[in-house]
């Protein structure tokens, strides 16, 4: 049995322009233990998905099951299996940090959760801050305190809905070191993110959406080999002929060209030298996530899924 199910999600926002498509007939299955990451731009329906899935919002058709429970009909068994962390930051501000997991802990009629609590604090990076108050947290800290929440119940299937927006660095490797802890003893997790660095690393799987489709649905690894194998990257203050900025992506100075072999390298460095354009910090790397994902969110590969 998957962990979790969609089965032809629809979900329809009627809006003062009309009937809005957020999501059109999405169906995968996460199995259990898998790594999972759902990616897409802004807007492509992720958090409507995600909110569906925790039962925040209700599907205009199809189903969501997770472990088996519908999400609508079997609402407190679903909710149960799954421990979700918000993109937004929402806390009681009167408790302090245990006081909040306990809080919680009793939401699910779970007595004496001490020993997890402890657990979840320490793999957290929280373990000092168990008597603070909420208010007294930084933004950060309080993103801990989410995490924490989410999973003092235990559940089989974590969710996570980009939980390193604008956190620095070591929290994000403090979560990605705990969450992968858990996922190596048996969770199942679902990622949102928009560090495709981070979902490359870390997920088994992705799924990709755009405006409300599923467009991309495949191993990591089998996603990365959709990208040209090599690129020649460096840096320019000049404008590309047109010819080369056709096929290049250029980030501020930084330009990177596909390139498939040291051949094609080497005709793109003499076309630049022709032009007579200075370039400099010059590099050969591999495509990575990003470059799968741009290319189908532009439309340059086929839709597969
Ligand atoms: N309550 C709502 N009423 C009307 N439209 C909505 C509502 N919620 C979301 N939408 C629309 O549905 C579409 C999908 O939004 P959603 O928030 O799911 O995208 P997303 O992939 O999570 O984006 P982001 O990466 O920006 O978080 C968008 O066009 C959005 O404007």
């Given at each position: ?5 969609f089965q032809n999600v ?15 007939g999405v169906s995968f ?185 599923v ?91």
């Amino acid at each position: 049995m998957p962990a979790v199910s969609f089965q032809n999600v629809s979900k329809t926002f009627a809006t003062a322009r009309g009937e809005l498509h957020a999501l059109k007939g999405v169906s995968f299955d996460i199995e259990p233990g898998e790594f999972f990451g759902l990616l897409g731009p802004n807007g492509a329906g992720k958090t409507t998905l995600i909110s569906i899935l925790a039962g925040l919002s209700r599907a205009s058709s199809g189903r969501v099951l997770v472990h088996g429970a519908d999400v609508q009909s079997d609402f407190a068994q679903a909710r149960r299996s799954l421990g979700v962390v918000p993109q937004e930051l929402v806390f009681d501000p009167f408790f302090n940090v245990r006081e909040a997991l306990r809080f919680q802990s009793g939401y699910f009629g779970i007595q004496r959760n001490d020993d997890w609590i402890d657990e979840l604090l320490a793999g957290l990076g929280l373990a000092d801050k168990a008597n603070a108050n909420m208010r007294q947290l930084s933004g950060g800290m309080k993103r801990r305190v989410l995490v924490a929440q989410a999973l003092v119940h235990k559940p089989p299937v974590i969710v996570l809905d980009e939980p390193t927006a604008g956190v620095d660095v070591e929290l994000r490797q403090t979560l990605w070191a705990f969450v992968s802890r858990l996922n190596k003893q048996g969770s199942t997790v679902l990622l949102t993110t928009h560090y495709l660095e981070e979902a490359e690393a870390l997920c088994h799987r992705i799924a990709m959406l755009k405006l409300g489709q599923v467009v991309a649905l495949d191993k990591t690894s089998e996603l990365l080999k959709r990208a040209v194998a090599t690129q020649l990257c460096f840096k320019t203050d000049q404008a590309l002929p047109p010819a080369l900025a056709a096929q290049a992506r250029v980030t501020g100075r930084v330009v990177r060209l596909p390139a498939q072999d040291a051949v094609a390298v080497e005709r793109l460095l003499a076309q630049l030298r022709e032009q007579g354009i200075a370039i400099e910090d010059i590099e050969i790397r591999k495509a990575d996530l990003e470059d799968v994902f741009l290319d189908l969110m532009s439309g340059h590969q086929e839709a597969s899924a």
